[in-house]
């Protein structure tokens, strides 16, 4: 018989067997009917799971695992300011965290972490067997399955998420470190109190940066990953505390159990409670003003663009320094908020607004600003906006322009004992606009220096010497100190442009006398000191910040003398008067603008800039309201609110630091001489030379032989109207409520009225130019 033969006879007689059984037996499969069957379906799970394995990509992150907060600090680096972003998530590198954290997340949420290959079928059987046999609904997941669950897919719970949850695991597996897996798990993971990641949950729960986190801060912040909102001990019912303290123990235990953790030192961990929640860092106060003008200079600067600033994980230390900070917003309540009654006086004392900043004059670092009360009331940044008017406080630049120009139109020297005619509303002679400005109180001075016209702050002065010093030049000069060149009312067309159109920033504005204030070294003024941000990579990304090398605006001398006629100006007889107050060496000058609708500080001493702006504006149309009346002061002048403001915040700035004295390289062997006007309001005759001490008068007169008394012409034809004759804004030293102020009169007949014994204070803003409207 031959080999098939018999197979067949061997299958035939299966079959007759089979026949035999009863039917119920013969409808079960046998037994290699059975292994067939299993092993088909073996190999179609492995085929099909090969499949998917090779088609199911690790897709991109979500949005909201990416999602990151900017951290804006202190100077000191370490102080908060706020924190931006839907998502308080602030990513570390593996390097920035403890490796006992990282030892003790392993021990609570994965203990196979480093040995199995990012699934763990042992571990997913054992929490599915425990779940039916009633021990609570537990998780088999590895912790790179939750971060891949995190970090890549949703929290949905259906069975196509946890299918591609386990293939994309075993992707990122094979393809990542088991360190970034783990840093990657740490800075996706939710912690509670509002906290995405481990550094943003340190912070939240010990105030503390990630690297600073201990052993059993590091259990415990661990334990929080099973019940983030159950387990905050603070927050928490006695029995969930319970369960929180036994996951951090079970945590702990653990940690001895891999080796992690010695027996002793086990023994010695004691538990260890949390700050009490703390409400969020949000944008309210000065916060928003503070990470506004951050924000605009990282921006303005191209230090980064607005996109990838906006998409978050940036830590920014500024340049802001917290106490002064802090003093700038205590001047203001001081000197002004605690005097304004709106319910009294609702026609005068709503909508008063403040603009302020300070910068160092050396380096261009911005240690304070003043942008509102409250960002979260008035999301509008006032030390940043350009459309009021800076006034008189201009009239150093023309003062600048001048001493460059070093000629007037008929050929005279210019310096600041150079004698003008104080005439009110004498015509300018030789501008491209007709234009004969008023003086404050209509007060005429007769033959006066530069420096006596900077100190009572005469217009028709300063009108007709911006023009002898050219208006191109003069505008060139404000670009050089610091004015922005796109600032409207700097228009050489425009005569009026002497008296201060211009409407720079108070930010501007303070960069601007810094570079005075630093012999003419010009910084363009800078409130970040570092930036950077971690990447999903692990490496820090710092981006090069810019280079702070000052330029050289204007020669030393003609700085230096600038400054010391505006040290006259924080005198007795100054309209700055209110900032001697301070107590140590001040340069500054006032600036009050047409219908008194800003009224203006700029100061500084050798070591610090800084400005003050007050005006009010309509909180719906945004139109200028005018501030007489305001705080029940019949007229507000630059050298009140605004001097007070800015003496009681450099008063504060300043306490501790030893007082330093203007170097000065003026040219001249006695600055500060000067001819002060006599009763009558002329400068007396010379009776001798008197050396000044601090480069103030002495009150011996003095009239420099080079300078005549430059006689007034007639205008320049120019086919335009004379600009009308503008609200004279005295600006007294110090008002008060009860004083008694000359209104404004029209002028006598005759040509130049009798002038009191002791002239009053005389400033006055640009007589024509519209102040711009903003639109925030």
């Given at each position: 018989m031959t080999l098939s033969t018999r197979r067949q006879a061997k299958r035939a007689a299966r079959r007759e067997a089979r026949r035999a059984l009863p039917l119920w037996r013969r409808l079960l499969p046998t037994w290699r009917i059975t292994l067939g069957t299993l092993t088909a379906l073996f190999l179609l799970a492995v085929g099909g799971f090969a499949v998917l394995y090779v088609i199911v990509p690790v897709p991109d992150p979500n949005a909201h695992a990416v999602a990151q907060n900017n951290i804006y600090l202190y100077a000191d680096g370490t102080t908060e300011i706020a924190h931006t972003g839907a998502v308080n998530r602030t990513d570390a590198t593996i390097d920035q965290i403890p490796l006992q954290t990282q030892q003790a997340v392993v021990s609570a949420e994965d203990r196979t972490f480093y040995q199995n290959r990012g699934i763990d079928l042992k571990g997913m059987v054992?929490?599915?067997?425990?779940?039916?046999?009633?021990?609570?609904?537990?998780?088999?997941?590895?912790?790179?399955?939750?971060?891949?669950?995190?970090?890549?897919l949703t929290q949905s719970q259906t069975i196509e998420r946890k299918g591609r949850e386990l293939l994309i695991a075993l992707k990122v597996d094979q393809q990542r470190d088991k360190k970034d897996i783990l840093a990657g798990y740490l800075n996706s993971s939710y912690f509670g109190r509002g906290a995405y990641g481990i550094q943003s949950a340190a912070h939240a729960y010990y105030g503390v940066d990630v690297s600073e986190?201990?052993?059993?801060?590091?259990?415990?912040?661990?334990?929080?990953?099973?019940?983030?909102?159950?387990?905050?001990?603070?927050?928490?019912?006695?029995?969930?505390?319970?369960?929180?303290?036994?996951?951090?123990?079970?945590?702990?235990?653990?940690?001895?159990?891999?080796?992690?953790?010695?027996?002793?030192?086990?023994?010695?961990?004691?538990?260890?409670?949390?700050?009490?929640?703390?409400?969020?860092?949000?944008?309210?106060?000065?916060?928003?003003?503070?990470?506004?003008?951050?924000d605009d200079y990282l921006?303005?600067?191209?230090?980064?663009?607005?996109?990838?600033?906006?998409?978050?994980?940036?830590?920014?230390?500024?340049?802001?320094?917290?106490?002064?900070?802090?003093?700038?917003?205590?001047?203001?309540?001081?000197?002004?908020?605690?005097?304004?009654?709106?319910?009294?006086?609702?026609?005068?004392?709503?909508?008063?607004?403040?603009?302020?900043?300070?910068?160092?004059?050396?380096?261009?670092?911005?240690?304070?600003?003043?942008?509102?009360?409250?960002?979260?009331k008035q999301p509008y940044n006032d030390a940043l906006r350009q459309d009021n008017q800076i006034g008189s406080t201009f009239k150093p630049i023309d003062l600048a322009a001048g001493l460059l120009a070093q000629h007037t139109l008929d050929g005279r020297p210019i310096t600041t004992e150079t004698h003008y005619d104080g005439a009110s509303e004498r015509p300018v002679t030789g501008g491209p606009t007709p234009y004969a400005p008023p003086n404050e109180d209509d007060v005429d001075y007769g033959s006066i220096t530069l420096r006596y016209a900077m100190v009572k702050s005469v217009n028709s002065v300063y009108a007709q010497e911006g023009v002898d010093a050219g208006l191109a030049r003069v505008r060139e000069t404000a670009v050089k100190l610091g004015i922005p060149d796109n600032v409207r009312g700097m228009d050489p067309a425009n005569t009026s442009m002497t008296l201060g159109t211009a409407t720079p920033s108070a930010l501007d504005l303070a960069g601007a006398y810094a570079t005075l204030a630093d012999h003419g070294q010009a910084h363009t003024p800078w409130s970040v000191l570092k930036l950077e941000r971690?990447?999903?990579?692990?490496?820090?990304?710092?981006?090069?910040?810019?280079?702070?090398?000052?330029?050289?605006?204007?020669?030393?001398?003609?700085?230096?003398?600038?400054?010391?006629?505006?040290?006259?100006?924080?005198?007795?007889?100054?309209?700055?008067?209110?900032?001697?107050?301070?107590?140590?060496?001040?340069?500054?000058?006032?600036?009050?603008?047409?219908?008194?609708?800003?009224?203006?500080?700029?100061?500084?001493?050798?070591?610090?800039?800084?400005?003050?702006?007050?005006?009010?504006?309509?909180?719906?149309?945004?139109?200028?309201?005018?501030?007489?009346?305001?705080?029940?002061?019949?007229?507000?002048?630059?050298?009140?609110?605004?001097?007070?403001?800015?003496?009681?915040?450099?008063?504060?700035?300043?306490?501790?630091?030893?007082?330093?004295?203007?170097?000065?390289?003026?040219?001249?062997?006695?600055?500060?001489?000067?001819?002060?006007?006599?009763?009558?309001?002329?400068?007396?005759?010379?009776?001798?030379?008197?050396?000044?001490?601090?480069?103030?008068?002495?009150?011996?007169t003095h009239t420099p032989g080079t300078a005549p008394t430059h006689a007034p012409s007639a205008p320049a034809t120019t086919g335009e109207p004379a600009p009308g004759r503008t609200t004279p804004t005295p600006q007294a030293p110090q008002p008060t409520p009860s004083h008694e102020q000359p209104s404004p009169t029209a002028k006598p007949t005759q040509t130049h009225p009798p002038r009191p014994t002791d002239p009053p204070t005389a400033t006055g803003g640009p007589a024509t130019h519209p102040a711009a409207t903003p639109t925030p």
């Open positions: 054992r929490a599915g067997w425990n779940t039916l046999t009633g021990k609570g609904m537990q998780g088999g997941s590895t912790i790179t399955q939750q971060y891949v669950k995190n970090y890549y986190l201990t052993l059993t801060q590091s259990a415990y912040l661990a334990s929080l990953l099973q019940a983030p909102s159950l387990y905050d001990v603070k927050t928490a019912t006695p029995a969930n505390r319970e369960k929180a303290v036994a996951r951090w123990n079970y945590t702990l235990d653990g940690m001895v159990q891999l080796g992690f953790l010695t027996t002793a030192d086990r023994a010695a961990a004691t538990f260890p409670d949390p700050i009490d929640p703390q409400p969020a860092t949000g944008l309210s106060g000065q916060a928003g003003y503070l990470v506004g003008v951050a921006i303005s600067s191209g230090t980064i663009d607005a996109a990838t600033l906006k998409a978050g994980g940036w830590r920014i230390t500024t340049t802001f320094d917290k106490p002064r900070q802090d003093a700038f917003v205590k001047a203001v309540q001081d000197e002004l908020t605690g005097d304004l009654d709106p319910k009294s006086r609702p026609t005068t004392d709503t909508d008063v607004r403040v603009s302020g900043a300070s910068v160092e004059p050396a380096t261009g670092r911005v240690v304070a600003v003043y942008g509102g009360p409250d960002y979260a971690a990447t999903p990579g692990g490496a820090i990304d710092v981006p090069k910040m810019p280079d702070h090398n000052p330029t050289d605006a204007i020669g030393r001398t003609i700085a230096d003398s600038v400054t010391d006629v505006l040290r006259d100006v924080v005198s007795p007889r100054g309209t700055g008067a209110a900032a001697l107050d301070l107590g140590r060496p001040a340069a500054g000058k006032t600036g009050t603008t047409d219908s008194n609708l800003s009224a203006w500080f700029a100061g500084y001493t050798p070591e610090l800039t800084t400005t003050v702006g007050l005006f009010r504006e309509n909180p719906k149309t945004h139109a200028k309201e005018p501030l007489a009346g305001t705080a029940g002061l019949t007229r507000i002048n630059g050298g009140t609110i605004p001097t007070k403001i800015w003496t009681a915040y450099m008063t504060a700035a300043l306490d501790g630091t030893p007082t330093q004295q203007f170097d000065l390289q003026t040219g001249h062997d006695t600055p500060g001489t000067d001819t002060w006007p006599t009763a009558t309001g002329t400068p007396s005759p010379e009776t001798g030379t008197t050396p000044t001490t601090g480069g103030r008068p002495t009150g011996t």
